[in-house]
Structure formats: structure tokens, C-alpha cells
């Protein structure tokens, strides 16, 4: 008794058989694999030449973008050589972060007296730097809302230390 195979059986093992038609290819370097835990957050102050500057917040974990704008807001280390142009939140340091694709909208609580346009670029690095560390593209744009606007807040804008081609 002869066995007959199923016509979608047999056009199935012929495929895996053909294969794809995309050749091997010998493996591509890309660096040091992630180890999953990061030292800390990179916070952007300002030095006594106007300039953004990075600054590593040991935390034992990246954290999130609230979380380190809430570490941004409490101000700089007392014995650094760098200073904020954001003044006192008033202890309010809470941000709220909403994305879409290639955008960050922060809703900030300062108002825009409270804020430089250097204040701005400061919070802008900030959560640009936590977003490319979690794996964001390094041209991501965002938008900075205040509790009372400035000319500044509510445009979107680059960090002018990070970025696409930067």
C-alpha cells in the first residue's frame, strides 16, 4: 500500500529546504554587550563659562526621565564646580513625561522666571541623555512646558550637546 503525502506538507519542506536565498554572513563587532545596570544618571549643569556640562549622579540605576529631572530640579552638588540656572522648584519636583514618536513633551513645575534659556537647554540634555541611554535615537526633540510660560518654554528643541551628528 503506497502512502500518498500531502500536497501542502511536501511545498512546505521544499521552502525550508530552498532556504531564503539571503547568504550567510560572517558575524559584525558592535562593542561590549549591555550589562544591564547602569552607574548612575548624567545630569547637565552649567560651568562658569556658560557651557552645559555632564555630570554622573551616582544612583546605582539610569532610572527614568522624572526621576532625573526630579534629581536636576534639587540642584547641583554643593561642592561642585558647576551651577543651575533653575532656581528653587519650591520642592516641587515633579515631572510629568509624554512621548510620541521622535518627541518628548515635559510638563516642567517652574514658571518661566524661574528658568534661564541655559535652564532649559539643562533639562532638555537631561532627558535626552536618560532617553539615549534607554535606547531612544540620539535626534529625539522635546518640548518644555512651564506652570507659567516664557518666550522659551513651549518650542520644541534640541540638546545642543547631543544629538544626531553631535
Known sequence: MRRHRPL??????????AGCGVPASDPVAAGDAPTG???????YFVDDAG??????????RLGTVPEALALLLAGPP???DV??????????TRVVVTTSPGLMHLAVPLAGYE????GIDQI????????VQRGEPR???VRVSLTIPSPESGTVRDCPVIGAGR
Open 8 to 17: 501542502p506538507a511536501v511545498l512546505s519542506a521544499a521552502l525550508l529546504l
Open 37 to 43: 545596570v547602569a552607574p548612575g544618571v548624567t545630569l
Open 51 to 60: 557651557r552645559l556640562v555632564p555630570q554622573l549622579r551616582e544612583t546605582g
Open 78 to 80: 554643593r561642592d561642585g
Open 83 to 92: 551651577h543651575t540656572e533653575i532656581t528653587s522648584a519650591g520642592g516641587v
Open 115 to 118: 528658568v534661564t534659556s541655559r
Open 124 to 131: 532638555v540634555c537631561t532627558a535626552v541623555g536618560v532617553a
Open 139 to 141: 535626534d529625539i526633540r
